[in-house]
C-alpha cells in the first residue's frame, strides 16, 4: 500500500525540549512538505523540499528545522525556539513540485506541549 | 495577512439539495486553484482543481467556478450525501516569473460543511 506514515499520532513533550515528528513516504515523490494547522486556520506552509538534500522556508519556518537525506523521508524538528509548538501538523508529498500536481497527506501528529 | 480566505466558517445543508462553499483571495498573482475535504483526525485530501485559464471544472458532483475578476471560487456540490460532511480548504498557488504554477500552496481557513439526513 502507498502512501504517507506519520508518527506519533499525539506527542506530548515538556516545553524547552526539541521533538522530531517522522514523515515518511513510499510513493516515489519528489517533493515533500510540512504544514501546521490550528484551530479556525487554514494549513500554514513550514517547510518544503524538491529534491533530496534541498529544502526551502515556507511561511512560518521560525522554530523549526527539517532534512532531506532519504528521498523518502522528511523529519520536521520542532526546537524550544518556536514560541507556539501545540498544533496539528501535517506532512504531504507530491511527484514534483508544482501546483497541479496532487499533494498526498498523511494523517497528522497532534503534538502538545506544556 | 489572510490571503485566502473562507468566509463561512460552517455550512448546513439537507441531503440531496446543493452545497456552495465560497472562497476569496486577494493575490492576483494566485493562478491555480484546489479543493480539499478533510475528515477529522485525517489528512486532508484532494478533491478538484482549475487553472485559471478556465472559468469552471466539473468532476462528478463536484463543480469548481473561478470568477477572476472579483477573485473568488466557489464549490458546488450537487447533490449533497451524508457522507460529504468533512471540513473543506480552498487552496492557491501561485504564478512564477516563468509562467509556471508552483506547488507552495496558501490554504484558507476552511469551512464545516454538515449534510443532514
Known amino acids: 500500500d502507498g502512501g504517507i506514515t506519520q508518527s506519533p499520532k499525539y506527542l506530548f513533550r515538556k516545553e524547552g525540549q526539541n521533538v522530531t515528528l517522522s514523515c515518511e513516504q513510499n510513493l516515489n515523490h519528489d517533493a515533500m512538505y510540512w504544514y501546521r494547522q490550528d484551530p479556525g486556520q487554514g494549513l500554514r506552509l513550514i517547510y518544503y523540499s524538491q529534491i533530496v538534500n534541498d529544502f526551502q522556508k515556507g511561511d512560518i519556518a521560525e522554530g523549526y528545522s527539517v532534512s532531506r537525506e532519504k528521498k523518502e523521508s522528511f523529519p520536521l524538528t520542532v526546537t524550544s525556539a518556536q514560541k507556539n509548538p501545540t498544533a496539528f501538523y501535517l506532512c504531504a508529498s507530491s511527484i514534483v513540485l508544482g501546483a497541479s500536481y496532487e499533494q498526498y497527506f498523511g494523517p497528522g501528529t497532534r503534538l502538545t506541549v506544556t | 495577512d489572510q490571503q485566502v480566505k473562507q468566509n463561512s466558517p460552517s455550512l448546513s445543508v439537507q441531503e440531496g439539495r446543493i452545497s456552495i462553499l465560497n472562497c476569496d483571495y486577494t493575490n492576483s498573482m494566485f493562478d491555480y486553484f484546489l479543493w480539499y475535504k478533510k475528515y477529522p483526525a485525517e489528512g486532508p485530501t484532494f478533491l478538484i482543481s482549475i487553472s485559471s485559464i478556465k472559468d469552471k471544472n466539473e468532476d462528478g458532483r463536484f463543480t469548481v467556478f473561478l470568477n477572476k475578476s472579483a477573485k473568488h471560487l466557489s464549490l458546488h456540490i450537487v447533490p449533497s450525501q451524508p457522507g460529504d460532511s468533512a471540513v473543506y480548504f480552498c487552496?492557491?498557488?501561485?504564478?512564477?516569473?516563468?509562467?509556471?504554477?508552483?506547488?507552495?500552496?496558501?490554504f484558507g481557513q476552511g469551512t464545516i460543511l454538515t449534510v443532514h439526513p
Open positions: 487552496a492557491a498557488s501561485p504564478r512564477l516569473a516563468g509562467g509556471t504554477s508552483y506547488g507552495k500552496l496558501t
